[in-house]
C-alpha cells in the first residue's frame, strides 16, 4: 500500500513539473514575441527622438539622483564622480550615508571637499535621524547625507525628503550611468504627463574599463559566473522587463536604476522601511496607489538608458544576492497579497501578480522536484527514457531559445559588443547557461523560501570591489 503511494506520488511530482518547465518556458516565449515587437517600436521611436537637443535645455524637468551607501568604499567615490560628470543641465546628486561602518564618509569628504552645512528640508516621510548634511564649494550640485542606519529603503525615504526636485532617480552605488541615461530617461516624463516612473536597463560592468567613474571601454568578463550572468541580465530585461512593458504589466524597476515621480511616490508612502525588496515593493504600490484611485498613469521600462553594475563574482555572493531576491519576491508578493486575483487592479491584479505567485514563487519548487525526481524515476523504472529527455529538452531547449533571441535582440539593436569574438563568447555562454547556472539558480529560491522568516533583512553583506580590479589582476 505504502509502496502504491509512493509511486503515484512521484508520477504525479514528474508530470507536474513537466508541466510547470513546460508552461513557463511558453510564457517566456510569449514574453520574448512581445519583447521582440515592443523593442522595434522603440527603435522606430528613436529615429524621431533627438535626445542631445534635450540634454542640456533650460525646459528639461529636473532630476534629484539618490545614492543610498551603506559600506561602500569601495565604488562610492568613481561612482559619484561619474554621477557629476553626466550629459544633463539641471540636477543634483544625493549620496546618502545609511550609518556605514567603513570609511565611506571620510571617502567623500575628502574626495570632495565637503563641508558640513544646516540646510533645511522636508521631512515628507518618516526615517531615522540624519545626523549631518554635507555639501562642496567645488561640486555644488552635490549633497551628502549622513544619518543613522535604517536599511536601503531608509536611506531613499531620506534621499527624497532632501531631495529638491520633481524627479528622483535612484541608483545602487556600486553602479554608473551612460553619459545620456538622464536625458533618455526623463524623456518619458517630458512626452508622457501619466508617467509615474521608469526603468532603465541593468548591464554587467565586470570586464569594462572603468577608470575615475568613467566608462572607457565595453567589453566582456574572463570570469565564467561574471559571463553567465551577463547573458542573464540581457535576457531578463531584453525579454522579460520588455514583454511585460509592453502588455502594461510591469512590476519590476531594478533598485539599480529607475525613475520616479516624487510626489506620488509620497503620496503612495514612500520606499516601505525595512522590505528587502523595496524596489518591486514600491512598483506594486503604485500599480495599488493609482489604481485605487482610478488614475490614468504608465510605467514604463527602457532597453536604451543604461547602468553598468557589478554582479557578484563568487558563488557564495551570488548566493546570498539570488535568496535576497527571491525573499523580496516573497515580502512584496505577502505584503500585496489582497491584490492577486483581484479585478479591481485591473490586468495587474488578474493576470501579473497570479503569475509571479504560481510560476516566480511557488513553481521553483516543483522544477527542483523535477530535476531529482525524473531520474530517480528513470532508475526505478517508473518512467522511460523518452519522458526523461523530454523532460530535461524542455528545460534546455526553451532557456537557449530565450537568451539567444535575447543576443540577437541585442545585436541588432544597440551593438554594445560589436566584435566578432565577443558575439561568439556571448553565444557559447548563452548555451552554456541551461546547464548547472540555471538550476542552481532555481535550487536558491527553494532555499530562500524555506528560510523566508529566518532569513528577512535589509541590506545583506556582499562583497564590493573596486571597478578597475579586473584589469589591474591581468
Not at 548566493?319 to 523580496?328: A, D, V
Not at 526505478?380 to 530535461?392: A, E, Y
Request: proline residues 4%; charged residues 20%.
Amino acid at each position: 500500500m505504502m509502496k502504491d503511494i509512493l509511486y503515484t506520488a512521484v508520477v504525479v511530482i514528474n508530470y507536474v513539473s513537466l508541466f510547470y518547465v513546460l508552461t513557463i518556458s511558453t510564457i517566456y516565449l510569449i514574453q520574448l514575441i512581445s519583447a521582440t515587437m515592443g523593442l522595434r517600436e522603440y527603435s522606430r521611436s528613436l529615429k524621431y527622438s533627438d535626445y542631445s537637443r534635450y540634454t542640456f535645455s533650460d525646459n528639461m524637468v529636473p532630476i534629484s539622483v539618490l545614492v543610498p551607501a551603506y559600506n561602500e568604499s569601495a565604488t562610492i567615490v568613481d561612482n559619484t564622480r561619474n554621477l557629476l560628470s553626466l550629459d544633463f543641465g539641471n540636477y543634483e546628486v544625493i549620496v546618502v550615508n545609511d550609518g556605514s561602518k567603513d570609511n565611506t564618509l571620510d571617502l567623500l569628504k575628502d574626495a570632495f571637499r565637503l563641508i558640513q552645512i544646516d540646510q533645511p528640508y522636508k521631512r515628507s516621510i518618516p526615517t531615522q535621524q540624519i545626523r549631518a548634511l554635507y555639501r562642496s564649494a567645488e561640486y555644488p550640485n552635490l549633497v551628502v547625507v549622513d544619518k543613522e542606519n535604517g536599511g536601503k529603503a531608509d536611506a531613499l525615504n531620506a534621499g527624497i525628503n532632501v531631495s529638491m526636485y520633481p524627479v528622483f532617480v535612484s541608483i545602487d552605488a556600486d553602479s554608473i550611468l551612460e553619459r545620456s541615461s538622464l536625458a533618455k530617461i526623463i524623456y518619458s516624463f517630458m512626452i508622457d504627463p501619466k508617467c509615474v516612473a521608469v526603468g532603465g536597463i541593468i548591464r554587467i560592468a565586470s570586464g569594462c574599463e572603468i577608470v575615475n567613474g568613467e566608462l572607457r571601454e565595453i567589453n566582456l568578463s574572463n570570469n565564467p559566473l561574471l559571463m553567465l550572468q551577463t547573458n542573464e541580465y540581457l535576457r531578463a530585461f531584453l525579454t522579460g522587463r520588455i514583454g511585460f512593458h509592453k502588455m502594461g504589466m510591469l512590476l519590476i524597476i531594478s533598485g539599480a536604476f529607475g525613475a520616479f515621480n516624487k510626489q506620488l511616490v509620497i503620496d503612495a508612502g514612500g520606499y516601505t522601511p525595512r522590505c528587502i525588496g523595496e524596489d518591486m515593493e514600491l512598483v506594486v504600490k503604485l500599480h495599488q496607489h493609482m489604481l485605487k484611485g482610478k488614475r490614468v498613469y504608465s510605467i514604463k521600462f527602457l532597453p536604451d538608458p543604461v547602468c553598468w553594475t557589478q554582479p557578484p563574482d563568487t558563488l557564495g555572493d551570488l548566493k546570498k544576492q539570488r535568496k535576497r531576491w527571491h525573499i523580496g519576491l516573497i515580502d512584496t508578493l505577502m505584503r500585496h497579497r489582497d491584490m492577486a486575483f483581484n479585478p479591481d487592479y485591473g490586468r495587474v491584479g488578474i493576470f501579473c501578480l497570479p503569475y509571479f505567485w504560481i510560476f516566480e514563487l511557488i513553481g521553483p519548487v516543483f522544477e527542483v522536484m523535477g530535476y531529482f525526481s525524473v531520474p530517480i524515476s528513470f532508475l526505478l523504472g517508473i518512467v522511460d527514457l523518452h519522458f526523461m529527455l523530454s523532460f530535461f529538452l524542455v528545460a534546455v531547449l526553451y532557456g537557449t531559445i530565450l537568451s539567444v533571441g535575447a543576443l540577437l535582440m541585442e545585436e541588432n539593436t544597440f551593438r554594445k559588443y560589436p566584435r566578432i569574438s565577443q558575439i561568439l563568447k556571448l553565444f557559447l555562454y548563452a548555451v552554456l547557461d541551461n546547464f548547472g547556472y540555471r538550476q542552481l539558480n532555481t535550487i536558491y529560491k527553494v532555499e530562500a523560501m524555506l528560510g523566508f522568516r529566518r532569513n528577512k533583512s535589509s541590506w545583506g553583506s556582499i562583497q564590493r570591489r573596486a571597478f578597475t580590479a579586473e584589469e589591474k589582476k591581468k
